[in-house]
């Protein structure tokens, strides 16, 4: 990442560190130790596990944060626990840590939807600015989730022919057009198109046009 980008991510997650938890996931407790010490340092919240299934058995999708994912345990693997993951709908970034990153792990992490795959032994701030990189990604994440949320929510408060001028007003079209193409008149479409607004919770066009394309 460039710096800007670091500077962003770094701000977003010092903003949800309070709600953000980083997993730790390897079956040597030395390393999660460490690990933990090292997060620790900077003020985040941390979460060690031993293995995939143990991680598995406390965790829900809807905790925000990132993992910290050993490659070779015994039990369930890595990428295997993050197939699972992906089955149950988790979208919480995973930064990969392995002492035997081969090529082909690693285009399997990556393909997974790894956020990233580091080696053992990791520098100490590369880690770090890994982990926050990842936070703000998960902020982001369920940030988008959110907005999507509220707007199929307000989406479903407006009427039927409310939905038809606003589709037609995010198109660009006039009052006079849309009166036209609808067969109502200018006075109505204005009073529909007032209440559709104050449903949507734009006060202007361009607000509503946000909505829509944020939504897409």
């Known amino acids: ?12 997650s010092r903003r949800n560190a309070s709600e953000q938890t980083v997993f730790i996931v390897d079956d ?8 933990r010490w090292l997060l620790e340092s900077i003020q985040l919240r941390i979460e060690t596990f031993e293995s995939a299934e143990a991680f598995l058995a406390s965790y829900t999708p809807n905790r925000p944060g990132c993992l910290v994912l050993d490659v070779r345990m015994p039990g369930m693997s890595g990428p295997e626990l993050m197939d699972q993951l992906n089955r149950i709908g988790g979208t919480i970034p995973i930064i990969f840590l392995s002492a035997h990153g081969d090529v082909p792990l690693t285009v399997r992490a990556m393909k997974g939807g790894a956020f990233d795959f580091l080696q053992k032994p990791y520098n ?10 990842a936070l703000a990604l998960d902020a982001c994440i369920r940030d988008r989730c959110k907005q999507q949320v509220d707007y199929s929510i307000k989406l ?27 067969d109502i008149s200018y006075k109505t479409v204005e009073a529909h198109r007032s209440r ?7 006060n202007s066009i361009a607000e509503l046009l946000q909505q829509v394309l944020t939504k897409n």
């Open 1 to 12: 990442m460039n710096t800007q980008m670091n500077t962003q991510a770094n701000a977003i």
């Open 28 to 35: 040597e407790g030395a390393l999660r130790d460490s690990l």
């Open 124 to 133: 100490n701030q590369e880690f770090l600015d890994r982990v926050r990189q």
């Open 156 to 182: 479903a408060s407006l009427t039927t022919r409310e939905r038809q001028i606003m589709d037609k007003v995010v198109e660009g079209q006039s009052n006079k057009i849309i009166a036209r193409e609808l």
């Open 196 to 202: 559709l607004m104050k449903k949507m919770g734009a």
